[in-house]
């Protein structure tokens, strides 16, 4: 019988006609294939979506070959896998990235030349992914990135949300919030697995039924759902490795509500059903804040779910008990979002596979490790018993089981010190009984990190203080990185072909060490002159974009200063805003000859606000208010120019990036946990202005202070300025611009006042104190711009010393010091 399958196989194999090709013929005639049967147009007229369609499956059934040939390779070696959980990925358009990766992009660039078709226009059809919110979403598709290219053997999983981040839309200034039907047109990068689905249960209730001599805990759902995987190749780069990315989407259960179908009441039956679609269809779009909802509960528990089975499902396939259960897999908890997986390893271990007890803790400590992204307190998810207890009975009883014995153990080593223990307690007593996530998983999991080395040691010292007392093992220090192969080689090409030629080799895409090799070349006049080239060129295509978007010119050879990212007061754009209001006062008040000093400047400020984050919300408009004032103003001509970019997100970043000379990061030392948009604009030799906080510390280590703009208090010295308080005494500068805004010099003087408010008297984020040193930071900033040598020099020191900040570096570390496992290269 073997041999007969064999020589089946052997002729399906002649049949399929080997790989699939990629010469520039090749590729013509699958792109004009798939326009025909996959998109149904006519080849002889399609437009560039069409073509954009087509292209994008000619590169599916590449990926789709590839991920199938890495998981059969991985199957038979049967490695350690590791299984990432992340609520969000941030993913951002995949056409570029993934001919990159494949190392087929020119051939197929040729291949639409041939065809009538540009790649970079086509390429442009693509809507982002944008199933995250802001730095920890993108964080993780960055690492998936590296994973894939460094050949680990991973998977990621996820959510499928039917509407990912909002689409901000501006109107007269204010944000107003739209959903994003990114699935609407269709969605060529994934893979649906009808078949590959699970059911999760909600609800009901857990009874005690004695099975085989033994008491075993039997949960009883009130509502079942199915989930039903949808897979996402991520290929690495120069490997033919390409890893899974797998996200959940909710279906209704056909093993749900058989009686209600024999009621006779059909109609109504059937569309009760659809509600339990939501479950995967929103993503919630405040980053960090938590209101205790139930549909976030179920959206974690559906997920964390329906991705533990999957893997208990996947080891089964291969090994016959679970002896080696610990040494097969490794769970990374990307923030305490999924650490209800916990609990539910517990469950299926004990309660489904029957191991008892002891036998499955012992896995579990051995298996999970937890990532956490949060600096403050406020920031730590809790969930309230209450809801838990509704929702998810079986897994309340177990979390109550944990936090038992770990209380016993804790007793036994601290005694009976009553306040550590509640401070150490999983369980919060308090107005409203709740659970604490972070000590869940930091209980539960063998390693605990921070992301970057500040952050780390914060968590040492204040936050998670006991914990690193009693585990001090446990606690390591990680570095947060991005992908060069997204944030060099897919969104500034000119800067890519410009690395690779003065090094005389590609092999930094792979090996970001190289990089430092262009440090040698930081003077070389040559260098200069093209290293210019390349950002006028970017600049341009911003300024192109900016143009286009608002209708505003800007002169290119003015300095492009950016600030991007998620609007927090944190981070505080209005420190920024401010001091644009300062720079625009004093050139009002310049005369002539002072005017032809100033050096020119295009402020850029982008980012969207959490839908009920009002502050955050009024910065945007003071931003539009300000930009309305300045940019009309005759007396201030290509001086000054403010533009706020709407609906910041991947695809937009990967656009004002590489434009940019200067990029700000400015939040109040030991608020942002590390910071990634830095890595990205120093990696494109953008200068940073910043605070020494999150990642820029280490920046400075790797390039030097000498080489960027820094200011304002340091971690140690924000207690004693908090401590003053209103008798802090600030800049009149400051006063000066928090008048002018209050007279309404920008209108709007009453909807301000609230802004206004959070800075003078309170200040909690010190915008007072740090403005006289972020002033002199911007001086500073402004004589090198003159000195273009000295500035080019700078940049080039930047992109130089980036390397620290590879996702790929990161990615090494984990691998080796936390999850404990090894590259396994399918052969070419
Ligand atoms: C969201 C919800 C709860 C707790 C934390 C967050 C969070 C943190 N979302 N994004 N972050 C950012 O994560 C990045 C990647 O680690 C960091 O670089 C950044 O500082 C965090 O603010």
Same mark, same amino acid.
């Given at each position: 019988?073997?041999?007969?399958?064999?020589?089946?196989?052997?002729?399906?194999?002649?049949?399929?006609?080997?790989?699939?090709?990629?010469? /520039?013929?090749?590729?013509?005639?699958?792109?004009?294939?798939?326009?025909?049967?996959?998109?149904?147009?006519?080849?002889?007229?399609?437009?560039?979506?069409?073509?954009?369609?087509?292209?994008?499956?000619?590169?599916?059934?590449?990926?789709?070959?590839?991920?199938?040939?890495?998981?059969?390779?991985?199957?038979?070696?049967?490695?350690?896998?590791?299984?990432?959980?992340?609520?969000?990925?941030?993913?951002?358009?995949?056409? /570029?990235?993934?001919?990159?990766?494949?190392?087929?992009?020119?051939?197929?660039?040729?291949?639409?030349?041939?065809?009538?078709?540009?790649?970079?226009?086509?390429?442009?059809?693509?809507?982002?992914?944008?199933?995250?919110?802001?730095?920890?979403?993108?964080?993780?598709?960055?690492?998936?990135?590296? #994973?894939?290219?460094?050949?680990?053997?991973?998977?990621?999983?996820?959510?499928?949300?039917?509407?990912?981040?909002?689409?901000? *839309?501006?109107?007269?200034?204010?944000?107003?919030?739209?959903?994003?039907? =990114?699935?609407?047109?269709?969605?060529?990068?994934?893979?649906?697995?009808?078949?590959? /689905?699970?059911?999760?249960?909600?609800?009901?209730?857990?009874?005690?039924? #004695?099975?085989?001599?033994?008491?075993?805990?039997?949960?009883?759902?009130?509502?079942?759902?199915?989930?039903?995987?949808?897979?996402?190749?991520?290929?690495?780069?120069?490997?033919?490795?390409?890893?899974?990315?797998?996200? =959940?989407?909710?279906?209704?259960?056909?093993?749900?509500?058989?009686?209600?179908?024999?009621? !006779?009441?059909?109609?109504?039956?059937?569309?009760?059903?659809?509600?339990?679609?939501?479950?995967?269809?929103?993503?919630?779009?405040?980053?960090?804040?938590?209101?205790?909802?139930?549909?976030?509960? @179920?959206?974690?528990?559906?997920?964390?779910?329906?991705?533990?089975?999957?893997?208990?499902?996947?080891?089964?396939?291969?090994?016959?008990?679970?002896?080696?259960?610990?040494?097969? *897999?490794?769970?990374?908890?990307?923030?305490?979002?999924?650490?209800?997986?916990?609990?539910?390893?517990?469950?299926?271990?004990?309660?489904?596979?029957?191991?008892?007890?002891?036998?499955?803790?012992?896995? *579990?400590?051995?298996?999970?490790?937890?990532?956490?992204?949060?600096?403050?307190?406020?920031?730590?998810?809790?969930?309230?018993?209450?809801?838990?207890?509704?929702?998810?009975?079986?897994?309340?009883?177990?979390?109550?089981?944990?936090?038992?014995?770990?209380?016993?153990?804790?007793?036994?080593?601290?005694?009976?010190?009553?306040?550590?223990?509640?401070?150490?307690?999983?369980?919060?007593?308090?107005?409203?009984?709740?659970?604490?996530?972070?000590?869940?998983?930091?209980?539960?999991?063998?390693?605990?990190?921070?992301?970057?080395?500040?952050?780390?040691?914060?968590?040492?010292?204040?936050?998670?203080?006991?914990?690193?007392?009693?585990?001090?093992? @446990?606690?390591?220090?990680?570095?947060?990185?991005?992908?060069?192969?997204?944030?060099?080689?897919?969104?500034?090409?000119?800067?890519?072909?410009?690395?690779?030629? =003065?090094?005389?080799?590609?092999?930094?895409?792979?090996?970001?060490?190289?990089?430092?090799?262009?440090?040698?070349?930081?003077?070389?006049?040559?260098?200069?002159?093209?290293?210019?080239?390349?950002?006028?060129?970017?600049?341009?295509?911003?300024?192109?974009?900016?143009?286009?978007?608002?209708?505003?010119? *800007?002169?290119?050879?003015?300095?492009?200063?950016?600030?991007?990212?998620?609007?927090?007061?944190?981070?505080?754009?209005?420190?920024?805003?401010?001091?644009?209001?300062?720079?625009?006062?004093?050139?009002?008040?310049?005369?002539?000859?002072?005017? @032809?000093?100033?050096?020119?400047?295009?402020?850029?400020?982008?980012?969207?606000?959490?839908?009920?984050?009002?502050?955050?919300?009024?910065?945007?408009?003071?931003?539009?208010?300000?930009?309305?004032?300045?940019?009309?103003?005759?007396?201030?001509?290509?001086?000054?120019?403010?533009?706020?970019?709407?609906?910041?997100?991947?695809?937009?970043?990967?656009?004002?990036?590489?434009?940019?000379?200067?990029?700000?990061?400015?939040?109040?030392?030991?608020?942002?946990?590390?910071?990634?948009?830095?890595?990205?604009?120093?990696?494109?030799?953008?200068?940073?202005?910043?605070?020494?906080? !999150?990642?820029?510390?280490?920046?400075?280590?790797?390039?030097?202070?000498?080489?960027?703009?820094?200011?304002?208090?340091?971690?140690?010295?924000?207690?004693?300025?908090?401590?003053?308080?209103?008798?802090?005494?600030?800049?009149?500068?400051? /006063?000066?611009?928090?008048?002018?805004?209050?007279?309404?010099?920008?209108?709007?003087?009453?909807?301000?006042?609230?802004?206004?408010?959070?800075?003078?008297?309170?200040?909690?984020?010190?915008?007072?104190?740090?403005?006289?040193?972020?002033?002199?930071?911007?001086?500073?900033?402004?004589?090198?711009?003159?000195?273009?040598?000295?500035?080019?020099?700078?940049?080039?020191?930047?992109?130089?010393?980036?390397?620290?900040?590879?996702?790929?570096?990161?990615?090494?570390?984990?691998?080796?010091?936390? =999850? !404990?496992?090894?590259?396994?290269?399918?052969?070419?």
């Amino acid at each position: 019988e073997s041999a007969e399958k064999r020589t089946k196989a052997e002729r399906m194999f002649g049949l399929l006609d080997g790989f699939l090709k990629n010469d /520039s013929i090749s590729l013509q005639k699958d792109i004009l294939h798939h326009v025909a049967y996959t998109v149904a147009r006519s080849p002889f007229s399609f437009d560039d979506f069409e073509a954009y369609q087509a292209l994008a499956h000619s590169v599916r059934d590449r990926l789709i070959e590839r991920c199938h040939d890495t998981q059969i390779y991985f199957n038979n070696k049967d490695p350690k896998r590791l299984y990432f959980l992340s609520l969000e990925y941030l993913m951002g358009r995949s056409l /570029s990235n993934s001919v990159i990766n494949l190392g087929i992009r020119d051939q197929y660039a040729d291949a639409l030349n041939q065809l009538g078709f540009e790649f970079e226009v086509v390429a442009e059809q693509e809507g982002d992914a944008a199933l995250g919110n802001g730095g920890l979403a993108r964080l993780s598709a960055c690492q998936m990135d590296s #994973l894939a290219t460094l050949d680990y053997p991973v998977w990621g999983y996820g959510l499928r949300y039917q509407y990912g981040l909002f689409r901000q *839309v501006i109107v007269d200034g204010f944000q107003h919030e739209q959903p994003d039907y =990114w699935l609407n047109f269709g969605n060529p990068w994934e893979i649906e697995r009808v078949h590959v /689905s699970y059911t999760v249960k909600f609800y009901g209730t857990v009874k005690e039924e #004695l099975r085989n001599g033994e008491n075993c805990k039997v949960w009883e759902p009130g509502e079942i759902v199915e989930a039903v995987a949808y897979d996402n190749p991520i290929p690495g780069y120069g490997t033919r490795n390409t890893i899974t990315l797998r996200l =959940w989407a909710a279906k209704p259960s056909d093993q749900q509500d058989m009686e209600s179908y024999n009621t !006779g009441d059909y109609i109504n039956a059937v569309l009760n059903r659809h509600g339990l679609e939501n479950i995967s269809s929103i993503l919630y779009p405040d980053d960090r804040s938590y209101q205790g909802k139930e549909l976030r509960l @179920k959206q974690q528990y559906f997920f964390v779910s329906a991705s533990v089975q999957d893997i208990i499902r996947r080891f089964k396939d291969t090994h016959s008990n679970f002896d080696e259960f610990p040494e097969k *897999v490794a769970l990374q908890l990307n923030d305490t979002h999924p650490s209800l997986a916990i609990a539910e390893v517990m469950r299926l271990l004990v309660d489904v596979e029957h191991l008892g007890w002891d036998r499955a803790w012992d896995m *579990v400590c051995k298996i999970f490790s937890f990532t956490t992204h949060t600096v403050s307190r406020e920031g730590l998810e809790k969930i309230p018993v209450d809801l838990l207890s509704s929702l998810l009975p079986r897994h309340l009883q177990i979390i109550y089981d944990i936090n038992f014995n770990f209380m016993e153990e804790l007793k036994k080593r601290i005694g009976l010190d009553y306040d550590r223990l509640s401070r150490m307690s999983i369980i919060e007593e308090g107005a409203v009984k709740s659970i604490r996530m972070a000590n869940l998983a930091i209980v539960c999991s063998h390693t605990v990190n921070g992301v970057s080395r500040v952050h780390s040691e914060l968590l040492k010292t204040r936050l998670f203080k006991d914990f690193y007392e009693h585990w001090p093992h @446990k606690f390591h220090y990680k570095t947060n990185g991005v992908t060069q192969r997204r944030w060099i080689v897919v969104s500034n090409p000119g800067l890519s072909s410009l690395i690779s030629k =003065w090094l005389g080799t590609e092999a930094w895409i792979r090996n970001i060490d190289l990089l430092t090799v262009l440090q040698e070349h930081a003077s070389d006049p040559d260098l200069h002159r093209e290293w210019k080239m390349v950002k006028k060129v970017n600049k341009m295509r911003l300024a192109e974009y900016i143009e286009a978007m608002s209708g505003l010119k *800007v002169s290119i050879d003015a300095m492009f200063d950016v600030q991007t990212k998620r609007i927090h007061e944190y981070k505080r754009q209005l420190l920024n805003i401010l001091g644009i209001i300062h720079r625009y006062d004093c050139i009002k008040n310049m005369d002539s000859k002072d005017r @032809k000093r100033v050096v020119p400047r295009v402020c850029i400020i982008g980012g969207k606000a959490a839908p009920g984050y009002e502050i955050a919300k009024k910065i945007i408009k003071l931003c539009y208010a300000v930009a309305e004032k300045i940019n009309d103003d005759s007396d201030i001509g290509d001086l000054l120019k403010l533009v706020f970019i709407p609906d910041y997100n991947v695809s937009v970043a990967e656009l004002v990036i590489p434009g940019a000379d200067l990029s700000q990061h400015l939040s109040t030392a030991g608020h942002e946990a590390s910071g990634t948009g830095s890595m990205k604009f120093l990696m494109n030799g953008c200068l940073l202005l910043a605070t020494e906080d !999150g990642s820029t510390i280490e920046i400075i280590e790797e390039i030097g202070a000498d080489n960027m703009f820094l200011f304002g208090a340091k971690l140690h010295e924000v207690p004693a300025l908090r401590e003053e308080g209103p008798s802090l005494k600030v800049p009149l500068q400051f /006063s000066r611009v928090v008048r002018m805004i209050r007279e309404g010099h920008f209108g709007y003087e009453d909807y301000f006042k609230s802004l206004c408010d959070t800075i003078e008297g309170r200040d909690h984020y010190l915008l007072g104190a740090d403005f006289g040193s972020y002033l002199e930071a911007q001086a500073a900033a402004d004589k090198v711009f003159v000195d273009q040598e000295k500035w080019t020099r700078m940049s080039i020191l930047s992109t130089a010393g980036s390397g620290r900040f590879s996702s790929d570096k990161t990615i090494e570390d984990y691998a080796e010091k936390t =999850w !404990g496992i090894q590259p396994c290269r399918c052969p070419l």
